[in-house]
């Protein structure tokens, strides 16, 4: 994954990505920022013990053949989910790994509307990437079947062959190849998606009656859009920066592109907490390319993701409690969403929507280490630090690559007083200055704590970042006075180191002092 990311991040056009060869960096998709998936997803246990207990009941009636019938039944909806590996790249140029990874997305989006139940967008590759067969990752996902294959593209034309594999034996279900135009690249993905969901499903679910996708007939913006698309899953600053570039590229390059302007308004909400961008100004690009994309698509379930995490940044949650339900009843399928809102239930103090939440992240996108990260923020916000920091060990034994995980680790450590741990992982990993001067501060180290906060890295406007951390750190400091100052301007800012982490412990001493406990309260407000 590392390697196509560099490559992408070098590509100043699409144009200049030509054909080339089968790529073992498709099978490493997603290597950084995915790991192993749970044993069990929480859905399928959850319809195991129903059936089990409804079998149990026929069976104290002398109802056997109900039983059996349970028992098929269930059988029936396991070997029913499924999961799409990326695409292999045929083309003879590694630059165009990308693009088997992002057509797996895309086909994975199709099936999804067919009513087919798919299991883990990016969770699939990132399996694939550890090295586990077919096989081995349908059984961490928990899926019946696999949709594997190749693309090849060049001269115009685009080139699929795709296999639908058992999970049980690993036998070929079904496979077919597709030569077309790349501008019929859209029609190819529908045609795949319903092919797979009739050999499923026996007919076409009732998602296949759904308003038909709104894209682009642009080959060029759409190579745009599946760059961006894998730098944005790899939720890291400077892929992101590249991503809202690319995003805004492929919307010019097709101003009817409804999806581009979506995707460009996620990127665009989550800048705040991967660049020095402030949230006021980052939630003006949100209503501009969200508002376009809903004009072009009203359906459009990431536009209303867009705006409802948009609202959170800049503390509207009744808004943006309204317009996740929205994104939702439009599209139920997406990790992102379901993790988003589960930090507005965190904010609001209701964990049990915010584990609710999670989990259901968790079910859709198993190997995903953000949403093992929203998992260890549950327990964080119960107050469970020793289980989050087993969950966060767990992170990192499985990608010790992913800087998330030593920041939330040196956050749990703090907040479990070892302080001298947390500190060693941070002057190791220094990603989080604000965050090693309050662990200092706390340790008692007030010059060292003072000196970060005097060169830690400011906004390219000259101005202090992180003034929420900030004020937990004068507060740690003993500089109540200043503390307040600082929580009142990054409240004022919408500081995303105060906004999204208000009931964090750093923040418990601002709650004994009425002038402190009103700027949280109103931040926490329903």
Same mark, same amino acid.
């Given at each position: ?34 790991? +192993? ?43 029913? /989910?499924?999961?799409?590996?990326? $695409? ?38 990132? $399996? ?52 077309? @135009? ?38 060029? =913006? ?9 730098? !944005? ?16 590229? =492929? ?5 009817? !592109? ?6 460009? *308004? ?44 948009? =609202? ?22 997406? *990790? ?29 996108? @198993? ?11 549950? $327990? ?7 289980? *989050? ?12 690559? !992913? ?18 741990? /947390? ?47 900030? *004020? ?21 800012? +919408? ?32």
């Amino acid at each position: 994954m590392d390697e196509v990311l560099a490559t992408l991040a070098s590509e100043s056009t699409p144009s200049a990505v030509t054909a080339g060869a089968a790529s073992a960096a498709a099978a490493r998709a997603e290597q950084s920022s995915s790991t +192993h998936a749970t044993r069990a997803p929480l859905i399928a246990l959850m319809l195991g013990v129903l059936v089990i207990g409804s079998a149990a009941a026929m069976l104290r009636r002398g109802n056997a053949s109900g039983s059996n019938a349970s028992s098929a039944s269930a059988a029936v909806a396991t070997n029913r /989910a499924i999961a799409v590996l990326p $695409l292999a790249n045929l083309s003879g140029d590694k630059a165009d790994d990308y693009f088997g990874i992002g057509m797996a997305d895309e086909i994975t989006r199709a099936l999804t509307l067919t009513g087919v139940k798919v299991i883990g967008r990016t969770s699939a590759g990132a $399996l694939q990437a550890k090295g586990l067969d077919e096989r081995a990752i349908a059984k961490e996902l928990g899926v019946g079947s696999l949709l594997t294959g190749s693309v090849q593209r060049a001269a115009g034309q685009l080139r699929i062959n795709v296999s639908l594999l058992s999970a049980a034996d690993g036998a070929v279900r079904w496979t077919e190849k597709y030569d077309r @135009p790349i501008a019929n690249v859209f029609a190819v993905q529908d045609e795949i998606a319903k092919a797979v969901a009739t050999k499923l499903l026996g007919t076409l679910g009732d998602g296949a009656t759904r308003t038909v996708r709104v894209e682009t007939a642009d080959p060029e =913006a759409y190579a745009l859009f599946l760059q961006a698309q894998v730098l !944005f899953n790899r939720r890291a600053g400077p892929a992101m920066m590249q991503a809202a570039n690319l995003f805004e590229r =492929a919307a010019a390059r097709d101003t009817t !592109f409804a999806r581009a302007y979506a995707m460009l *308004a996620l990127v665009q909400t989550s800048l705040p907490f991967y660049s020095d961008l402030p949230a006021d100004s980052a939630q003006q690009l949100v209503e501009r390319s969200a508002r376009r994309a809903l004009a072009l698509d009203p359906n459009s379930a990431e536009a209303y993701t867009a705006l409802a995490h948009g =609202a959170y940044t800049v503390s509207r949650s009744r808004e943006a409690d309204s317009l996740y339900r929205r994104s939702l009843a439009l599209d139920s399928t997406v *990790a992102t969403t379901w993790g988003w809102y589960g930090q507005l239930a965190a904010r609001l103090g209701d964990y049990a929507a915010y584990r609710a939440r999670v989990m259901r992240a968790r079910v859709l996108e @198993p190997a995903s280490l953000i949403a093992r990260i929203w998992e260890s923020d549950v $327990l964080q916000a119960e107050r469970r630090f020793a289980e *989050a920091d087993s969950q966060i060990q767990q992170i990192i034994a499985l990608d010790s690559t !992913f800087a998330n995980g030593w920041v939330y680790r040196a956050r749990i450590l703090g907040l479990r007083g070892r302080f001298d741990e /947390a500190i060693a992982i941070l002057e190791r990993h220094r990603v989080d200055d604000e965050l090693l001067a309050y662990l200092y501060a706390r340790a008692g180290n007030v010059a060292k704590a003072r000196g970060i906060l005097a060169v830690a890295p400011r906004r390219a406007d000259g101005k202090p970042r992180n003034l929420g951390m900030r *004020a937990a750190v004068l507060e740690a400091l003993g500089d109540h006075r200043a503390a307040l100052e600082m929580l009142e301007r990054a409240a004022a800012t +919408h500081d995303q180191s105060l906004v999204q982490d208000t009931r964090m412990g750093w923040f418990d001493p601002f709650r004994k002092d009425p002038r402190g406990a009103a700027i949280l309260a109103k931040i926490e407000a329903r």
